[in-house]
Nanobody, 120 residues
Framework: VQLQESGPGLVKPSQTLSLTCTVS??????????WSWIRQPPGKGLEWMGA???????YYSPSLKSRTSISRDTSKNQITLQLSSVTPEDTAVYYCKGPISGPRADFGSWGQGTQVTVSS
């Protein structure tokens, strides 16, 4: 399975960040598999943001839940992340990961990551 993140590299404060993860070599609707979004701010550790399951159920980090939405396009085999009301603290490398056996499970394949900078 291969994953590829895409989206704008620069977002202005207060706007909504939208990223897409295109999955190849496997279906995002395969039973019992989950797909997650993880980010890493500069100089900090990895932060789990949320995940979407094979049935379309979504799971979010409590600290980001009010601003995060994860969805999917099964016709394109893509997972989408939206993060609203961004601030410079949302500057990070964003990764998608999967397939995994649970919303926060380890293992799975990682995309190469995409750098997002929030700045005016």
């Amino acid at each position: 399975v291969q994953l590829q993140e895409s989206g704008p590299g620069l977002v202005k404060p207060s706007q909504t960040l939208s990223l897409t993860c295109t999955v190849s070599g496997g279906s995002i609707t395969t039973d019992f598999y989950f797909w997650s979004w993880i980010r890493q701010p500069p100089g900090k550790g990895l932060e789990w943001m949320g995940a979407i399951g094979y049935s379309g159920s979504t799971y979010y980090s409590p600290s980001l839940k009010s601003r995060t939405s994860i969805s999917r396009d099964t016709s394109k085999n893509q997972i989408t992340l939206q993060l609203s009301s961004v601030t410079p603290e949302d500057t990070a490398v964003y990764y998608c990961k999967g397939p995994i056996s649970g919303p926060r499970a380890d293992f799975g394949s990682w995309g190469q990551g995409t750098q997002v900078t929030v700045s005016s």
